[in-house]
């Protein structure tokens, strides 16, 4: 497996204050105070702007529709370019990992259901953005995960082969991008989920970033 294509948000970051903060400014600004916790609404921000405004607004028992969510989905994305990084840090071990697999002459790529703007600005904040050959974002191409080509267009940029390459997420999203590109999958563990993301049945799971290139060459024995 010398090809892996990287998740973004909950993946190599956790970005979940930077975007429910984001989420509680649109509720703030409507007059309902914030209706997301950072800790128990975590997960939620793992599935992006309209996830958290439909989430909130549930919460509050407030009546919505797409037109509103819509509308404020773009209110979250201005307010959270503006903050992208004050509260987002790197998952322990991810720098060690990614200079590992640079110095190991791995390809490394980015696809992400982040905006790509978004996910350029918050690589280079986090000075990581050089490690990887790609970056394709959620309006990169007109497909997104889990569709296949999402995938499979970010491998062709990082010159892989998706025999040899692995995805590394952290939801059912990213498991069901490898399965339909026919790309294997290690799931993080450390996420909201911790080891119930293990549900997902992939092909290999991520505890810590110090375990990365045990579990790529546990893939390998078995492919």
């Known amino acids: 497996m010398k090809n892996i294509v990287f998740d973004l948000d909950g993946t190599l970051a956790d970005t979940s204050g930077d ?25 939620t921000a793992f599935h992006g702007g309209r996830a958290m405004l439909r989430k909130g607004l549930e919460k509050g028992k407030i009546i919505f529709d797409d037109k509103l969510i819509d509308s404020q989905y773009y209110v979250l994305l201005d307010h959270y370019s503006e903050n992208i990084d004050n509260e987002t840090y790197l998952y322990d ?11 190991e002459g791995y390809n490394l790529g980015v696809c992400t259901n982040k905006p790509e703007a978004l996910a350029e600005t918050l690589l280079r904040k986090l000075n990581i953005r050089d490690y990887f050959k790609a970056m394709l ?4 191409l007109n497909v997104r995960k889990p569709h296949p080509r999402h995938l499979l267009e970010t491998i062709k940029q990082i010159d892989g082969d998706p025999e040899t390459s692995v995805l590394v997420g952290d939801t059912e999203t990213d498991r069901r991008a490898a399965q339909n590109a026919n790309v294997m999958s290690v799931i993080v563990t450390f996420g909201p989920e911790g080891v119930g993301i293990k549900r997902l049945k992939a092909d290999g799971y991520l505890d810590h970033y110090d375990d990365l290139e045990n579990v790529l060459a546990h893939l390998s024995g078995n492919n």
């Open 19 to 43: 975007l429910i903060a984001a989420a509680n400014f649109c509720f703030e600004n409507m007059g309902y105070g914030a209706l997301l916790s950072q800790e128990a609404d975590k997960l």
């Open 93 to 103: 071990g991810v720098l060690n990992a990614l200079e590992r697999l640079r110095y």
């Open 137 to 140: 974002g959620a309006d990169t």
